[in-house]
C-alpha cells in the first residue's frame, strides 16, 4: 500500500491539529466537573471477527472514532465470549485464505442465528457469499489499488450522504460470481459486477476496504452502518469509558488493596487515577527506579504523582538490580522478559509487606497485546515486558484497564479525568526502558551516554516546536564504532541513530521529514556534548516493515 507522508511543520508554519485534539472536539472531551459514575450509559458495541486481516485493527479504530465501541474477536471463539459483550452487529475482516479452499476460516454459526446485522469487507464478503449459497471463484483479473464505485441507488441507508460515485481501494483476488438468494448488487466497479451486497436483513458485503485511508468515504460508510443499520448512537465516550471502569475496578477490588507500577507515562497515569477514584487510599503506587530511565525521570514521576495527585506512592531504587540481571545480555527478546520478571518479583516482595494487596495494576495498551501475540491469527512481533514477560507463577492477580485501548484513546481517557496536560502529550515510553534502547549489552556506560543523547534530542525538539506533532522522537545507542576527529586528536567512539515518527498509534508510523537545521543541532550538540560518541544517524524507515523501537 501506498504510505501517507507527514510533512513536519515548523514553527513558522501555521498550526495544525493533532489526530488526538481533532478527536478530542468530535468527541466533546473536557475535564468532567461532576461524578464520572452519574455518566455512566449502556454501551454499545459491534464485533469484529478477524479472519488474520492486516486491518483488523483498523477497523475496530475507525469504529471507535464513531463513539461505538468495538472488540476484536477470532472466527473460532465461543458464543459465551461474545455474547457477554452484548454486540449490536459484526463485521467479518479481511483476510488472506480464499473461502474454497481447504481449512479456510468461517463465520462462526451464531453469527447468523443472532440476526444481527452483518457487514463483511473483502474476505468477510466471500465468507457472507460463499456460507450463505452464493458462489466464490477465482477473478480473471485481480483488482488490487484505487478503483471507482458506481452505486446502483443511492436508497441504501449504507450510502447516506455519499455520491453516486466515488474511489475506493481494492485488494482482492476473488470475486463474488453468484449472490446468495435475497440479495441485491448495490454497487460494481470496472472489474466487479459485485462490489457491494446486501439484503433486507442487514447483511451487507463490501470487496473493498472502508477502513484504509485510500477509501475517503470509507468512515461515513462505516458510520453509516454503524448508526443506520444497526442503530447506535455513539454513547462510547471517554468519560463514559471511565465511568465504566471506576465502576468495575471497584466491584472487581471490593476493599483489597491494589499495586500499581507506575512509569510516569501517560498510560499508568490514567490508570493509576481510575482507581484511585474507585478505592482512593487502598490504592498504593510503586515506582521502581530500574536504572534504565531517562534523564531526571524520577524526580518528576515522583513530583507529579505524590505532590501534585497526593497519591500513595512508594519510591524503590533498584538500578543494581536490573544492571545485574542484564549482565551479559544482548538479545533484545530476554532483555524484555528479564525486565518484566524481575518487576513483578519487586511488586510481590512489596506485597508481601502489605498483607490486604491482592491486586496489581498496569498500563497494558491494545497493541502490546497484539504484539504479543495477543490474536490467534497474529505472529509474534516481540514481547512486551507486561504481556510476554510476565511470570507464570506471579500471585498476584492483574488489573489492566485500558488494556482495550490505543494510546490516543488513554488520552482522551486522561483528559476527561483532567490530568496535567504535561503527562497527557508525553511520548510513549517503553516499559524496558532505555534496555531497548542501546543495542547490545546495557551498562552503567552505556546507560549515561544515551541519557546525554536523548537529554539533547528532547530538549532540541520542544525548542523547535515540534514535540506534540510527533509521535516518538528518541535516540539510539548502536554497538557501532566510528572514527572522528576532534581539534587535532583522532576520536573513536559509538554511533548514536535519531528515530523520530509520526503516526496515530503504535501499530503504524511513517518516519518524520523533520527539519534539515534541527537535525543539524541535534548532531552537533551530540557529538561535542556526549563523551563517547563520534557519529549520528538518522533513521527514515517506517513501520511496517520496521518497528518503532529498534529492539
Not at 454497487?187 to 484504509?212: C, K, R, W
Not at 549482565?327 to 518487576?343: A, H, Q, S, V, Y
Not at 552505556?446 to 506534540?468: P, Q
Request: charged share 25%; net charge negative; proline share 5%.
Amino acid at each position: 500500500m501506498e504510505k501517507k507522508t507527514h510533512r513536519i511543520h515548523t514553527s513558522d508554519d501555521l498550526e495544525v491539529s493533532t489526530y488526538l485534539e481533532i478527536a478530542q472536539e468530535k468527541s466533546g472531551v473536557h475535564p468532567v466537573s461532576q461524578s464520572l459514575e452519574d455518566l455512566k450509559v449502556e454501551k454499545e458495541t459491534v464485533v469484529v471477527i478477524d479472519f488474520g486481516s492486516q486491518y483488523s485493527m483498523l477497523i475496530a479504530r475507525r469504529v471507535r472514532e464513531c463513539n461505538v465501541y468495538c472488540e476484536i474477536v477470532q472466527y473460532d471463539d465461543p458464543w459465551e465470549k461474545v455474547r457477554e459483550l452484548k454486540p449490536r452487529g459484526f463485521i467479518l475482516s479481511g483476510g488472506p485464505a480464499s473461502v474454497y479452499a481447504d481449512e479456510a476460516p468461517l463465520a462462526p454459526y451464531w453469527v447468523y442465528e443472532s440476526r444481527l446485522p452483518i457487514l463483511g469487507i473483502c474476505y468477510g464478503m466471500q465468507v457472507l457469499s460463499h456460507q450463505l449459497g452464493g458462489k466464490v471463484t477465482p477473478g480473471d483479473k485481480h483488482e488490487y489499488g484505487h478503483s471507482i464505485l458506481h452505486l446502483s441507488s443511492t436508497d441504501n441507508p449504507l450510502f447516506a450522504d455519499l455520491e453516486p460515485e466515488f474511489p475506493v481501494w481494492m485488494s482482492h483476488g476473488d470475486r463474488i460470481d453468484k449472490m446468495p438468494t435475497d440479495f441485491t448488487s448495490l454497487a460494481y466497479t470496472d472489474n466487479s459486477p459485485v462490489a457491494v451486497m446486501g439484503n433486507q436483513q442487514g447483511i451487507i458485503g463490501l470487496q473493498f476496504h472502508p477502513e484504509v485511508i485510500h477509501t475517503p468515504n470509507g468512515k461515513t460508510i462505516i458510520k453509516n452502518f454503524l448508526y443506520n443499520i444497526c442503530g447506535c448512537h455513539g454513547t462510547w465516550t471517554p468519560s463514559n469509558f471511565a465511568a465504566e471502569s471506576i465502576a468495575k475496578i471497584k466491584e472487581q477490588v471490593g476493599d483489597d488493596k491494589v499495586i500499581c507500577a507506575l512509569s510516569g507515562g501517560v498510560d499508568s497515569a490514567v490508570v493509576a487515577t481510575l482507581i484511585h477514584k474507585a478505592i482512593g487510599d487502598n490504592l498504593i503506587c510503586i515506582f521502581v527506579n530500574n536504572g534504565l530511565l531517562r534523564k531526571e525521570e524520577a524526580e518528576r514521576t515522583i513530583q507529579v504523582f505524590k505532590k501534585n495527585l497526593k497519591m500513595n506512592l512508594i519510591y524503590i531504587e533498584a538500578t543494581d538490580r536490573f544492571l545485574k540481571r542484564l549482565e551479559g545480555i544482548t538479545d533484545p527478546e530476554k532483555k524484555r522478559k528479564l525486565i518484566g520478571e524481575e518487576f513483578i518479583r519487586i511488586f510481590e516482595e512489596e506485597a508481601s509487606k502489605l498483607t490486604e494487596a491482592k491486586y496489581l495494576a498496569q498500563g497494558t495498551l491494545y497493541p502490546d497485546v497484539i504484539e504479543s501475540a495477543g490474536t490467534k491469527a497474529s505472529k509474534v512481533i516481540k514481547s512486551h515486558h507486561n504481556v510476554g514477560g510476565l511470570p507464570s507463577d506471579m500471585t498476584l492477580s492483574l488489573i489492566e484497564p485500558v488494556r482495550l485501548l490505543f494510546k490516543d484513546e488513554v488520552r482522551l481517557v486522561g483528559l476527561a479525568l483532567g490530568l496535567p496536560e504535561e503527562m497527557i502529550w508525553r511520548q510513549p515510553f517503553p516499559g524496558p526502558g532505555l534496555s531497548i534502547r542501546i543495542i547490545g549489552e546495557v551498562t552503567r556506560e552505556s546507560l549515561d551516554m544515551l541519557r546525554e543523547a536523548d537529554w539533547i534530542v528532547m530538549n532540541e525538539t520542544k525548542k523547535a516546536g515540534l514535540y506534540r506533532q510527533l509521535w516518538q522522537i528518541f535516540a539510539v545507542l548502536t554497538p557501532v564504532k566510528s572514527v572522528g576527529v576532534m581539534g587535532d586528536y583522532r576520536t573513536y567512539g559509538n554511533v548514536a541513530a535519531i528515530r523520530a515518527v509520526t503516526g496515530e498509534d503504535a501499530m503504524t508510523a511513517d518516519w518524520a521529514r523533520l527539519p534539515y537545521d534541527l537535525l543539524a543541532r541535534i548532531s552537533n550538540r551530540i557529538v561535542n556534548e556526549v563523551k563517547g560518541i563520534t557519529r549520528v544517524v538518522y533513521d527514515i524507515s517506517s513501520k511496517p516493515p520496521s518497528t518503532i523501537e529498534w529492539e
